[in-house]
């Protein structure tokens, strides 16, 4: 059984900082792509950041500078570091494993809300 677990959430005055962190177990997590979607109050969940099995990243625009994903296959675990914070970024924030037969997986989502 595949489980994703995210961390790392909080309580964060704007222009603080955040690593989320997203631990895999149940599959082969280094053959896995992984996303972090977020989704805030009121609004439909939204892509934020993917990378690839072979380490290959791509952004949204909307946090592009700001936010930066990276995987550490040796640990199961993947992490969204999160710069320069902005009330806006407030969201739920779910990490997707794409397996290699397509098969999708989400974790329960931390929570981080951005204000003073």
């Known amino acids: 059984q595949v489980q994703v677990v995210e961390s790392g959430g909080g309580l964060v005055q704007p222009g603080g900082s955040l690593r989320l962190s997203c631990v895999a177990s149940?599959?082969?997590?280094?053959?896995?792509?992984m996303n972090w979607y977020r989704q805030a109050p009121g609004k439909q969940r939204e892509w934020a950041a993917s990378?690839?099995?072979?380490?290959?990243?791509n952004y949204a625009d909307s946090v592009k500078g700001r936010f930066t994903i990276s995987r550490d296959n040796a640990k199961n675990t993947g992490y969204l570091q999160i710069i320069n914070l902005k009330p806006e970024d407030t969201a739920v924030y779910y990490c997707n494993l794409r397996a290699v037969n397509g098969a999708r997986y989400w974790g329960q989502g931390t929570q981080v809300t951005v204000s003073s």
């Open positions: 149940g599959t082969t997590f280094r053959s896995n792509a």
């Open positions: 990378i690839t099995s072979d380490g290959y990243t």
